[in-house]
DNA sequence: AAAGAATACAACCGCCCCCGT
DNA sequence: GACGGGGGCGGTTGTATTCTT
């Protein structure tokens, strides 16, 4: 037999509620609070049902809904996780503060969806569609990129997936964050991708990702959204100028009397075409020693310098206008070599404030064709130590234009975003346009990708993710 | 200007889970 | 442990609005 239903529905109204009977409901709930709401109706004056009362609150009087359109960081925020958790909507409406499942079930619907299709992406594998790769784009370059993101993704997406779990028990085991050893400290031979946490100052805290990633994403487009100037919040500096950064997002916080210390431990990795000379610092987090061909150089995070000597420790300064000192290079006049750079578009970027790393933080491209990895990642073929995650061959240079644009893309200015992978980007530079034509897909694609990444961070404790 | 199509969003429906008895 | 009510959830539908022809 079939359930009751749920209240009596003869000569109870349906459909759109009038302005009246929100009045009543309101004033209700605001008076008695909901109590059950199978019982509310009647007492309420309303000629409705009770899920139908509790359905016009809970998505539409609400007084902490949200409304209005979303974000771009709504938006990246909702593909992701729904890459990750797939049409629970409820649980991704959890990481969107204010607005309703309903709401995102209708945007994700009507919206999201589409332009996915529309970007040859299958909005439900999350993978590019297979006759895409032939047709979609029209360039078959961009397809083959896409291909291997999708690839090395998948791959990824597992391990990862298997790190969150894992820290998770690592951080309940250890009782609230009380600081654990780095696979460094406990011995190399640890290649447990749990253990392939950032460093952090003083060798401390390797917290379990968190949805402080999405923090720190959705502190820039706020911060520079409020100025009116997106452009000036593309790197960390402007993420480390927000000592304000409210998360909406995460309630997860891994307490750090110095957030700003929390960078990483980089390697270098390629370059200069020629030796594909691999110097790790061991030092500082938030300095970044840096050799090729035997010639010294450093990358300093944002609003640090050093003083340093080329075998030693560096002494660490902070710099007092941080703007000025995004990196520090020595040029080819004197007796340093330039690094390669980071295009200008992701110096720094991710490095957050917030006491945790977002695993587009593993590497940094530089203009050299090489790239910045954080400790415990390495490149296909660089020969990491034992505690490296490897990434599969073919796929570098794809994560590294994979890194372009997600802060900086704004549909609302086509003209702020930074369309292009960095220097070394391969499929032609596109346009400065990222939303619209086939270079626009390909580069919302490679954002697409690179924002799955940090998917895998996504899982506050306690929340419906895993 | 009007009709039809497309889009956006609110609301409903039915299933399922949790929890109290 | 079984049962039933309450509420949550995801899928779907209905309707208003906007766009296109």
Redesign the pocket.
């Known amino acids: 037999m079939?359930?009751?239903?749920?209240?009596e529905?003869v000569g109870l109204?349906?459909?759109?509620?009038t302005p009246e009977e929100?009045q009543k409901l309101l004033a209700y709930i605001e008076e008695h609070g909901?109590?059950?709401?199978?019982?509310?109706p009647a007492k309420a004056g309303l000629q409705?049902?009770?899920?139908?009362c509790?359905?016009?609150w809970?998505?539409?009087?609400r007084p902490d809904i949200k409304?209005?359109?979303f974000s771009l960081q709504e938006e990246q925020t909702i593909i992701q996780l729904h890459a990750l958790?797939?049409?629970?909507?409820?649980?991704?409406?959890?990481h969107l503060p204010k607005r309703t499942?309903?709401?995102i079930?209708?945007?994700w619907?009507?919206?999201l969806k589409?332009r996915l299709t529309k970007m040859g992406i299958d909005p439900v594998t999350h993978k590019p569609k297979t006759d895409a790769l032939g047709s979609g784009s029209g360039n078959p370059k961009d397809a083959a990129n896409l291909s291997h993101m999708a690839q090395w993704e998948s791959a990824r997406l597992e391990a990862e997936a298997r790190l969150v779990r894992e820290s998770k028990l690592l951080v309940t085991n250890n009782n609230n964050n009380i600081p654990q050893a780095l696979p460094h400290q406990l011995g190399s031979a640890n290649t447990n991708p749990a253990h392939h946490f950032i460093n952090r100052a003083g060798g401390a805290v390797a917290p379990p990702p968190c949805l402080d990633v999405l923090k720190a994403w959705q502190g820039a487009w706020t911060k520079s959204s409020n100025s009116n100037n997106r452009a000036e919040c593309n790197t960390l500096a402007d993420m480390i100028a927000m000592d304000d950064l409210e998360s909406p997002t995460s309630t997860l916080n891994f307490p750090d009397a110095n957030p700003h210390h929390s960078f990483p431990n980089m390697t270098h990795v390629g370059g200069f075409g020629t030796t594909n000379t691999t110097t790790t610092t061991t030092t500082h987090d938030i300095h970044h020693h840096h050799q090729n061909n035997g010639v010294e150089s450093e990358h300093n995070v944002n609003g640090w310098k050093s003083c340093y000597s080329t075998t030693t420790t560096p002494t660490i300064t902070k710099v007092v206008n941080i703007n000025d000192h995004h990196h520090h290079h020595h040029d080819n006049n004197s007796h340093m070599v330039a690094p390669p750079t980071p295009p200008p578009e992701f110096k720094e970027r991710n490095m957050d404030t917030t006491n945790t790393m977002s695993l587009q933080d593993i590497a940094f491209a530089c203009t050299d064709g090489g790239a910045w990895f954080v400790d415990g990642f390495r490149a296909p073929g660089s020969g990491g130590a034992g505690d490296s995650m490897a990434v599969p061959a073919g796929a570098l240079s794809n994560i590294m234009e994979g890194f372009a644009d997600v802060f900086v893309y704004n549909p609302d200015e086509p003209n702020s975003a930074v369309a292009a992978a960095g220097e070394n980007s391969s499929n032609g530079g596109g346009g400065g346009d990222g939303s619209c034509g086939a270079s626009g897909i390909f580069e919302e694609n490679k954002s697409y990708w690179n924002s799955i990444l940090n998917l895998v961070n996504a899982s506050p404790a306690g929340s419906?993710v895993f």
């Open positions: 079939g359930r009751s239903p749920c209240c529905k109204k349906k459909g759109p509620w929100d909901h109590g059950s709401w199978r019982a509310l409705r049902c009770g899920k139908s509790r359905l016009r809970t998505n539409y009087l409304r209005g359109k958790l797939g049409n629970r909507w409820s649980a991704i409406a959890t499942d309903n709401e079930k209708n945007y619907n009507t919206h589409k419906p």
